[in-house]
T-cell receptor, first 110, second 114 residues
Framework: KQEVTQIPAALSVPEGENLVLNCSFT??????LQWFRQDPGKGLTSLLL?????REQTSGRLNASLDKSSGRSTLYIAASQPGDSATYLC?????????FGTGTLLAVQP | NAGVTQTPKFRILKIGQSMTLQCAQD?????MYWYRQDPGMGLKLIYY???????DKGEVPNGYNVSRSTTEDFPLRLELAAPSQTSVYFC?????????????FGSGTRLTVV
């Protein structure tokens, strides 16, 4: 069974800290990895897409990496801000679907 | 560019009623999807479509039906609503995920069955 796991399930950090969110997947058939942000009661906002031929992607304070051989992806957030507080979801792209992890709930304390 | 539009945003149904959740995209995306999100769980795929006239079941299709008569629209039909269908429903689209195009999601429909 294809699975995507996110650790930790919840994380609380003080403002200004750098942090790493982890995502692991069990199926080598996952050919790309997409990170999303979800605010309470809202939809999913795409943050970064790492294609199968790439090792990492960067957007502003966000950097995502992908290591298909070990089945791992990380999302690095630099200089965290209270506005970064949200649930972060990783999803592996497989044939005809995205396989989602259960998310990491991030709280950045002012 | 509106992206993926879902209607309604909220709905309360009584057990046994039926309804259609609407999804439309204006990006000329071939692939469209319906997911449901339950508290503490990841998103689960209900149905998907790889183009107009083509639909297929995902992981949790029971109790739902879909159609794809146009590229733009992908409605999800609930027949005989049950409390187990209380969830948040998300529609998504992609140009071609196998070519490493990402997914765009709508803002969701929050459905309660009482």
């Amino acid at each position: 069974k294809q699975e995507v796991t996110q650790i930790p399930a919840a994380l609380s950090v003080p403002e200004g800290e750098n942090l790493v969110l982890n995502c692991s997947f069990t199926d080598s058939a996952i050919y790309n990895l997409q990170w999303f942000r979800q605010d309470p009661g809202k939809g999913l906002t795409s943050l970064l897409l790492i294609q199968s031929s790439q090792r990492e992607q960067t957007s502003g304070r966000l950097n995502a990496s992908l290591d298909k051989s070990s089945g791992r992806s990380t999302l690095y957030i630099a200089a965290s801000q209270p506005g970064d507080s949200a649930t972060y979801l990783c999803a592996g792209g497989a044939t005809n679907k995205l396989i989602f992890g259960t998310g990491t709930l991030l709280a950045v304390q002012p | 560019n509106a992206g993926v539009t879902q209607t309604p945003k909220f709905r309360i149904l009584k057990i046994g009623q039926s309804m259609t959740l609407q999804c439309a995209q204006d990006m000329n995306h071939n692939y469209m999807y319906w997911y449901r999100q339950d508290p503490g769980m990841g998103l689960k795929l209900i149905y998907y479509s790889v183009g107009a006239g083509i639909t297929d079941k995902g992981e949790v299709p029971n109790g739902y039906n879909v159609s794809r008569s146009t590229t733009e629209d992908f409605p999800l039909r609930l027949e005989l609503a049950a409390p187990s269908q209380t969830s948040v429903y998300f529609c998504a689209s992609s140009y071609n995920p196998q070519l490493n195009y990402g997914y765009t999601f709508g803002s969701g429909t929050r459905l309660t069955v009482v």
